[in-house]
């Protein structure tokens, strides 16, 4: 067999499945503990344009100084978040307290 037919055949196979992978980007959102409820709708809109792209959305709430003493203010904001954009995606990674940030992973709605 012909080696330069053969490497020909190995870069078309490789080629074939690049083209049928799907790249699952991880969009980042970060929120605030004292956010208005405009300020999280507008949030949302944009998490839910990520998720109708296919994409992962990260999203954290950070506080910062006595905010660390009221982190069950974080996890009612992040549960508020994912209320509005569950038409769009679901909660891959529950609110998980990471340091001084709050972080729930949401994944597109598969039908």
């Known amino acids: 067999m012909d080696y330069g037919k053969y490497k020909y055949e190995l870069a078309k196979k490789e080629k074939e499945a690049r083209k049928n992978q799907k790249v699952i980007n991880i969009k980042e959102i970060r929120l605030t503990p004292n ?25 954290s709430v950070r506080f910062r100084g006595r905010e660390m003493g009221h982190t069950e203010i974080g996890k009612e904001v992040l549960d508020e978040f994912a209320k509005i954009t569950a038409d769009y995606g679901v909660i891959d990674k529950a609110p998980k307290l990471e340091g001084k940030s709050m972080v729930m992973y949401l994944g597109p709605k598969t039908e």
């Not at 956010?35 to 999203?59: C, P, Q, S, W, Y």
């Open 35 to 59: 956010i208005e409820t405009h300020d999280l709708n507008v949030k949302a809109k944009r998490a839910m344009d990520f998720l109708k792209d296919g994409d992962k959305v990260k999203v």
